[in-house]
């Protein structure tokens, strides 16, 4: 059975940086597009970043671009999200989620395409 697990959130201070990992095990990540979503508290699930199976092609959403950068390393089977100059509104918990696609080289940024999330991992930014 296919597993995602995240880690790496935490309580960071405004301005600052940090890095999550997420492992995929039970498959293998080549076959997978692979995104990261967030929710905060009272707020729907949103797309954060994406990227396709090669590393060619990947999608942010507008409020991370230029700060956030999606990276994957398919021979350890993980996917990173390097945060950078974080703000207060990018607190929520954050989702690695993958999307079964051995063909293919298009993003999604919708969460309905993605089969396969993990649990979560939780992001606070202190002000």
């Known amino acids: 059975q296919v597993q995602l697990v995240e880690s790496g959130g935490g309580l960071v201070q405004a301005g600052g940086s940090l890095r999550l990992s997420c492992v995929l095990s039970g498959g293998t990540l080549y076959h997978y597009i692979m995104g990261w979503f967030r929710q905060a508290p009272g707020k729907e699930r949103e797309f954060v970043a994406g990227i396709n199976r090669n590393s060619r092609n990947t999608e942010y959403a507008h409020p991370v671009k230029g700060r956030f950068t999606i990276s994957r390393d398919n021979d350890k089977n993980t996917v990173y999200l390097q945060m950078n100059s974080v703000k207060s509104e990018d607190t929520a918990v954050y989702y690695c989620?993958?999307?079964?696609?051995?063909?293919?080289?298009?993003?999604?940024?919708?969460?309905?395409?993605?089969?396969?999330w993990g649990q979560g991992t939780q992001v606070t930014v202190s002000s």
């Open positions: 989620a993958g999307d079964y696609r051995p063909v293919g080289t298009g993003v999604s940024t919708t969460s309905s395409s993605y089969d396969t």
